[in-house]
Nanobody
Framework: QVQLVESGGGLVQAGGSLRLSCAASGGTFIDYAMGWFRQGPGKEREFVATISWRGSNTYYADSVKGRFTISRDNAKNTVTLQMNSLKPEDTAVYFC???????????????WGQGTQVTVSS
């Protein structure tokens, strides 16, 4: 059973940066690909980024490509989402998730954190 805890959300002005972290415990971290998803007000949960267990493969949603970077530290059991050039449309609750592979479908991920709020003001 994997427990995930996100941190690092907050309020930032458009054009600014935030760094989200997700700490994993209770399982074997390298057994899982990790993903970040987000859910904006009145919207469905959507894929943001995913990274393979070794960290060698990363994939991004088109809406964040070139602005966000996902990385992981297997020694510390953490995954990070560096978010630059933030836009008001990035406002959402951001969730990290653990799953069997670098997939874009939220339903494929078996473990989820509680989420952290990111608000980008214009």
């Amino acid at each position: 059973q994997v427990q995930l805890v996100e941190s690092g959300g907050g309020l930032v002005q458009a054009g600014g940066s935030l760094r989200l972290s997700c700490a994993a415990s209770g399982g074997t971290f390298i057994d899982y690909a990790m993903g970040w998803f987000r859910q904006g007000p009145g919207k469905e949960r959507e894929f943001v980024a995913t990274i393979s267990w070794r960290g060698s493969n990363t994939y991004y949603a088109d809406s964040v490509k070139g602005r966000f970077t996902i990385s992981r530290d297997n020694a510390k059991n953490t995954v990070t989402l560096q978010m630059n050039s933030l836009k008001p449309e990035d406002t959402a609750v951001y969730f990290c998730a653990a799953g069997p592979a670098t997939l874009r479908n939220a339903h494929e991920y078996g473990y989820w954190g509680q989420g952290t709020q990111v608000t980008v003001s214009s």
